[in-house]
C-alpha cells in the first residue's frame, strides 16, 4: 500500500493535500482496499462550513455504506463529479483521481492535529 510522503492523514482514514489556499481530501489507500469496491459516493454538503472531524459524505460499498469525516474545519466548496460517474476511481487511484472533495480551510490548527505518512502507518500496522 502506498502512503506519499507529502500528504497529511487522519486516524479515520483520509488524506488531505494542501495546494495554496485550498486542500483536497480523499480516502486512503488502505481505507478503498478495507471497503472493497466502491459503487457510489455521497456528499451532500458542497457550499457548507463544517467542523473538523464532521461527517461531509458517506461511501457506499457492496454490503456497507461508511460515513466520511471531515479532517479539517472548512467550507466544502467542489465536489470531484468524475466519481459520481465512475466511483472504481476512488479504488483504482485514490490519491490522484479518486480524490473526494476540496475545502477551503478555516482553522489552521487543524492542520497540526493530522498525522504524517509514517504516524499513519503506524496505526494501521496496530
Avoid: C
Wanted: proline content about 5%.
Amino acid at each position: 500500500m502506498k502512503f506519499p510522503e507529502e500528504l497529511k492523514y487522519s486516524s479515520e482514514h483520509e488524506w488531505v493535500r494542501r495546494e495554496g489556499d485550498v486542500v483536497y481530501i480523499g480516502i486512503t489507500d488502505y481505507a478503498q482496499d478495507q471497503l472493497g469496491d466502491i459503487v457510489y459516493v455521497d456528499i451532500p454538503t458542497v457550499g457548507e462550513t463544517l467542523d473538523a472531524n464532521e461527517i461531509f459524505g458517506t461511501i457506499e460499498v457492496v454490503k456497507t455504506v461508511s460515513d466520511l469525516f471531515l479532517p479539517v474545519s472548512g467550507e466544502i466548496i467542489e465536489q470531484n463529479e468524475a466519481i459520481e460517474d465512475n466511483p472504481e476511481l476512488v479504488n483504482e487511484d485514490p490519491y490522484g483521481e479518486g480524490w473526494l472533495i476540496k475545502v477551503k480551510p478555516t482553522n489552521e490548527e487543524d492542520f497540526n492535529a493530522l498525522l504524517d505518512a509514517k504516524a499513519y502507518r503506524e496505526i494501521i500496522n496496530k
